[in-house]
């Protein structure tokens, strides 16, 4: 007989949003438990971008002194956008008075297991979810790391597994069921030793096409340039890989260093058909994802998490239904700001492959017009920085 363990809300993935949501309804007095098919160390270990919104580094505040958002991290008061080899800065403090924090997800990750563990969460790695039964009363179906079949009976089940959610289904029917639009460029990024080439990140559009000088550490660097999404990542040396990305960043001399990780990521934008079906919903990756170029990913699924604590905490305490009900549609006004958001900063720094004459002079317009406008550099800020978690 397969073994059931009963728990008022179920959370498929161990991520930034899973982990934060079992955070915020703990403090609401609401337990949960936290499933992820990997191991800690896998959780922990897989180096992944992350600048945090000041919304987001205020959230991780409530963790207490696990969060060193603030400690390590490194705050950044505005960008550099280059063009046509000219440099310009997006002050975020005096468009906006808010500032990013430059702060790797693993990181953040490990911030939030250890707080978790230590609050004694029920936190359980090494479990695959096979497949979430909806309804008034969800039960995840699973299996342990010894292969032995494990049910969880909840009030409420929320999938943060992931864009390849398992979750998803029992909420929008499909795999599927959604809004998808894939680009027809890429990145392909580095992760490098050597010191930071720039106080800031720098976003570059240049004739030869997009880059991102960003950092991980005062000893490693992370950078980009824009790439078919077929290139092999193999196919380049690391001095043509270096000529590639020092001629899209004229103007600024490259710290170079050994090459240590090479990837080629895609992009995509999807926002699920549905969030939420009777007691099960979906957050982070799992409703929706963005390109990276506006540094959304992480930030909006906290966002989502934010609302639906307060949603989840009113319906199992006090029975109240209005939060959960309007979560799909409070979520979504967010999600499609970011959507607009990501899509309006990748079309416009990057370089279609189809371009004609007229289209790169257009987007030549668009970024002077960006720089040199005081409202076009707050919408940057505005957008870049994040919006209130209580819009």
């Given at each position: ?6 728990t008022?809300v ?40 992350g ?25 950044h ?17 005096a468009?906006?008075?808010?500032a ?15 707080a978790r ?59 599927q ?39 991980r ?40 260093g050994p090459?240590?990780?090479?990837d ?29 170029t ?30 959960i ?45 960006l720089?040199?406008?005081?409202a076009?550099r707050?919408y ?12």
């Amino acid at each position: 007989m397969t073994p059931t363990v009963r728990t008022r809300v179920a959370i498929v993935g161990a991520g930034p949003a899973g982990l934060m949501l079992s955070h915020l309804l703990a403090q609401a007095g609401v337990d949960s438990i936290v499933l992820d098919k990997r191991s800690r160390d896998e959780i922990e270990s897989t180096i992944r971008a992350g600048i945090l919104e000041q919304g987001t580094v205020e959230l991780l505040d409530t963790i207490g002194d696990f969060s060193r958002a603030r400690t390590v991290g490194r705050r950044h008061d505005g960008i550099e956008l280059h063009v046509e080899g000219e440099q310009h800065r997006i002050d975020f403090a005096a468009s906006v008075g808010r500032a990013v924090w430059l702060y790797p997800q693993h990181e953040v990750l490990r911030d939030l297991v250890a707080a978790r563990l230590a609050g004694g969460q029920d936190l359980r790695f090494g479990v695959d979810v096979e497949g979430v039964d909806g309804g008034d009363r969800p039960r995840v179906h699973a299996r342990g790391a010894d292969g032995a079949a494990l049910e969880i009976e909840a009030d409420f089940v929320v999938g943060s597994d992931g864009s390849r959610s398992v979750v998803r289904s029992a909420v929008t029917g499909d795999h599927q069921n959604g809004y998808f639009r894939e680009y027809p460029f890429a990145w392909f990024g580095i992760l490098c030793e050597a010191p930071p080439s720039a106080d800031e990140l720098i976003y570059s559009n240049s004739p030869d096409g997009f880059a991102l000088v960003s950092q991980r550490s005062p000893a490693v660097q992370r950078m980009y340039f824009q790439c078919d999404p077929d290139t092999d990542t193999t196919a380049l040396t690391e001095h043509e890989i270096w000529g590639e990305l020092q001629k899209r960043v004229p103007g600024t001399v490259l710290q170079t260093g050994p090459i240590f990780q090479r990837d080629v990521l895609r992009f995509r934008s999807f926002v699920a058909g549905e969030l939420r079906r009777d007691r099960v919903a979906l957050v982070g990756d799992a409703a929706h994802t963005v390109p990276p170029t506006g540094a959304k990913g992480m930030n909006l699924a906290i966002a989502d998490v934010r609302l639906l604590a307060d949603a989840l905490a009113a319906l199992l305490l006090d029975d109240d239904e209005r939060l959960i009900d309007n979560y799909p549609e409070r979520a979504l006004r967010r999600i499609w700001k970011a959507q607009h958001f990501s899509w309006w900063m990748t079309t416009m720094l990057h370089t279609a492959p189809d371009a004609s004459g007229f289209d790169r002079g257009r987007q030549r317009g668009e970024l002077r017009s960006l720089v040199e406008s005081a409202a076009g550099r707050a919408y940057l800020s505005e957008g870049y920085c994040g919006w209130p978690l209580d819009e």
